[in-house]
């Protein structure tokens, strides 16, 4: 059923850095339960009748090159910390890119319902990228785009959870949809802080020199030999 499948590097359209440098990750993007690929789709219908044998490649592949820039790390390549804890790290080189499949199929989404109805599984794994282990951390974020014949298509993505989660590929993929329209200017700038964000918390105290006071021991002091009632008056 797949036809024309074709694999194409998306760049950033301009490298917003110029030194190699790797990006830290939090506690929780390192958790072992959560070292796994989340794959998702999403489908677009056809608007006009006009857009039957309109290919929506270079729209998609132009503004997502106009957004790597603003979300950058989504292109690096995960690895260990060289290390004793192995920790994962994302390592970013102005060399990077995410692989866009290009391929089409010769059916309507009308013919299956537009997906609602749960049609064949192997027909919606075959919609989505599923990277090896291996490719996963080299190219953490990895997309295909499938065109149908009634010019309708679907975006289906494998992203792994150590770059964002749900919320976060939602902002991204709402940014490429802003620049496909035209917009110059994202809404959502993202901001990369994951050990301050979601690091450990640094839990209020109080400190005073009267605390101190007050904790410090005293070795030569008994409590329960010494009578520190003061007596009864």
Not at 28 to 56: C, E, F, G, M, Q
Request: charged share 20%; aromatic share 8%.
């Amino acid at each position: 059923m797949m036809k024309n499948k074709e694999q194409t590097l998306i760049f950033p359209s301009y490298t917003p850095f110029s030194e190699d440098h790797t990006l830290p990750l939090s506690h929780l993007d390192t958790d072992r339960n959560l070292h796994l690929t989340i794959r998702y789709l999403r489908v677009y219908t056809s608007t006009t009748a006009n857009n039957h044998h309109k290919d929506p490649f270079h729209v998609i592949s132009t503004s997502l090159s106009q957004t790597l820039p603003h979300y950058y790390p989504l292109a690096g390549t995960l690895r260990h910390r060289q290390n004793s804890d192995n920790r994962l790290e994302l390592f970013c080189t102005t060399n990077q890119s995410i692989p866009l499949i290009h391929t089409t199929v010769d059916i309507t989404l009308e013919s299956i319902n537009y997906l609602d109805d749960n049609p064949s599984s192997h027909f919606i794994e075959q919609l989505v990228p599923d990277p090896e282990p291996e490719e996963g951390m080299k190219h953490p974020c990895m997309l295909q785009l499938t065109i149908f014949k009634c010019g309708g298509f679907t975006l289906g993505a494998a992203i792994h959870h150590s770059l964002c989660d749900g919320m976060g590929g939602t902002l991204f993929f709402n940014s490429v949809a802003e620049l496909a329209r035209g917009v110059t200017r994202i809404t959502v700038e993202p901001v990369w802080d994951r050990e301050k964000l979601l690091g450990p918390r640094d839990v209020p105290r109080v400190d005073s020199p009267l605390v101190r006071e007050f904790l410090s021991l005293d070795k030569d002091f008994l409590v329960y030999k010494e009578d520190i009632s003061g007596g009864v008056s």
